[in-house]
């Protein structure tokens, strides 16, 4: 079964709007969770990493304002698109790994379109 | 800088052959080495990973075979078969749970039958 999930898998929405991804790590308790994007074709991009808590930490060129991360207990991590626009559609995916053998794992993604 | 490169970007194999995916690092800090599979749509499922005490680790018909004073790292797929098509990626980061992964760019593997 999955270890983490997320959740919707994908989601429509209109330009100026904003979506709320969810990510829950099922098997264990993960106090640092991370969050990627994905463009067709190409590898995953750290996009900010999630710690239960306290303030997430972005990578640079991520704006914070737009990718507004919560990570309110040990196992629900949330990433919420705000004001989107089209050039936001992309496949979101978050991770988190396991404490004890640090293995990382994935949820399915979600496929946000912009319209 | 990128800090993790995977070649080659493209692979056909014939049924039953072997497919070899290699990377590089340059980080010597690092000392945890994922492979992902992804299929269209999906996100990225665990294959195998290794860490630098050893230089090969097979689960099944995959194995990594690892050289730490080349930071060299291969995935090899023995007798493959068309439900393998996906795209592999390789990844690695220090070994600690706060740590994200850094990806290479994917190998998409195509199994003809």
């Known amino acids: 079964g999955a270890v983490v999930s997320q959740h919707p898998s994908r989601v429509i929405c209109k330009s100026g709007t904003s979506v709320k991804i969810e990510c829950r790590s099922l098997?264990?308790?993960?106090?640092?969770m991370f969050w990627y994007r994905q463009f067709p074709k190409q590898s995953l991009m750290l996009m900010a990493t999630?710690?239960?808590?306290?303030?997430?930490?972005?990578e640079q060129g991520v704006e914070k304002d737009k990718f507004l991360i919560n990570h309110a207990s040990l196992t629900l991590s949330t990433l919420t698109v705000t004001s989107a626009h089209p050039e936001d559609s992309s496949f979101y995916i978050c991770?988190?790994?396991?404490?004890?053998?640090?293995?990382?794992?994935f949820g399915q993604g979600t496929r946000l379109t912009v319209v | 800088q990128q800090q993790v490169k995977q070649s080659p970007q493209s692979l056909i194999v014939q049924k039953g052959g072997i497919s070899i995916i290699n990377c590089a690092y340059e980080n010597t800090a690092f000392d945890y080495f994922p492979w992902y599979q992804q299929f269209p749509g999906k996100g990225p499922a665990l294959l195998i990973a290794i860490r630098p005490d050893v230089s090969e680790k097979k689960e099944g018909r995959f194995t990594i075979s690892f050289n730490k004073s080349a930071k060299q790292f291969s995935l090899h797929i023995m007798d493959s078969q068309p439900g393998d098509s996906a795209t592999y990626f390789c990844a690695a980061s220090k070994g600690q749970a706060g740590t994200a992964l850094i990806f290479g760019k994917g190998t998409t593997l195509s199994v003809s039958s």
């Open positions: 098997d264990f308790q993960a106090t640092t």
């Open positions: 999630s710690n239960e808590g306290s303030k997430a930490t972005y």
């Open positions: 991770s988190a790994r396991d404490p004890q053998g640090n293995e990382a794992f």
